[in-house]
């Protein structure tokens, strides 16, 4: 395993299990199925409805909870609601977050940040930071911060790769933490012919390559999936390493493709959507 440093000296694996469009069962079984193989690092999100799942994983699991790093994100309708740092805690049933994101850029996000602030200096949370913020979104947090954000959760693969972002993030000391790692399943994406033949050197399959390519570029990965063999597949990333040449052809494919962009419409949505968090299993 791999791991970042944030800028507060919190230590993260570079490598996850994201739980994004998993009903409750299947969170579980693949929490349950990561944590076997060797994850340490867990993504949820009051928004996924499986929090309550992944936290009975946890309890379940026989790992003690201080080697798992558990991360996950507040939802804008409750951004101004001062128990939702709490709410969130009992539905992991933990006593404590390794790290709390604001899930999208919508309605009072400031107080939201004020919120996870609030929870960092009583201890809830360990660390704190953002998810799907562009940089003047991120400049307005830092203009007002008292306690600056670790990570930053975006859209990044070979197809978008974020590098004048990546440059601010690194100038103010934040880490990027991709979702859609291997570009939403894009086929053109995972078999571009360079994936394929570094594929064959290595020994290795082309997501893995591509997952690779994201560790040594800084990004941290969170891929999700129920498939057992993915899950293990998308773990075994530590045993080689890309040469510089080959992650500068890696570098050449960025196309600036992104298949996530949201909306002012979108955004209102959401920080009008409640989720139903309550009636999860």
Not at 50 to 57: Q, S
Not at 198 to 203: E, M, S, T, V, W
Request: net charge negative.
């Amino acid at each position: 395993m791999e791991y970042a440093e944030l800028n507060n000296g919190v230590k993260i694996p570079m490598a996850g299990i994201g739980t994004f469009l998993l009903a409750p069962d299947d969170a579980e079984a693949s929490v349950l199925h990561a944590l076997g193989c060797g994850y340490r690092l867990i993504d949820t999100a009051n928004a996924y409805l499986n929090e309550k799942a992944v936290g009975r994983t946890i309890k379940a699991s026989g790992v003690a909870r201080e080697e798992i790093f558990l991360e996950t994100k507040l939802w804008p309708s409750f951004y101004e609601q001062p128990d939702a740092v709490e709410k969130t805690l009992e539905r992991l049933d933990t006593s404590y977050i390794d790290l709390l994101l604001l899930h999208q850029p919508a309605g009072n996000y400031v107080a939201g940040y004020q919120l996870m602030e609030k929870a960092y200096q009583e201890g809830k949370v360990k660390a704190i930071g953002l998810s799907n913020f562009t940089v003047e979104q991120i400049q307005e947090i830092l203009k007002i911060c008292e306690i600056k954000p670790t990570v930053l959760q975006t859209e990044v693969h070979p197809y978008s790769q974020e590098k004048e972002l990546k440059q601010f993030l690194s100038q103010e000391g934040i880490v990027i933490q991709a979702w859609y790692p291997l570009g939403h399943g894009d086929k053109a994406l995972i078999q571009e012919p360079l994936f394929t033949e570094l594929a064959h050197k290595y020994g290795k399959s082309n997501a893995q390559i591509i997952l690779r390519w994201h560790i040594q570029d800084g990004n941290i990965v969170i891929p999700g999936s129920k498939n057992p063999t993915h899950i293990q597949d998308n773990f075994a990333l530590f045993d080689f390493s890309l040469t510089p040449e080959e992650m500068e052809k890696i570098g050449g494919l960025d196309r600036q493709k992104r298949y996530y962009t949201s909306t002012p419409e979108m955004l209102k949505r959401y920080a009008e959507t409640i989720p139903a968090v309550d009636e999860q299993k």
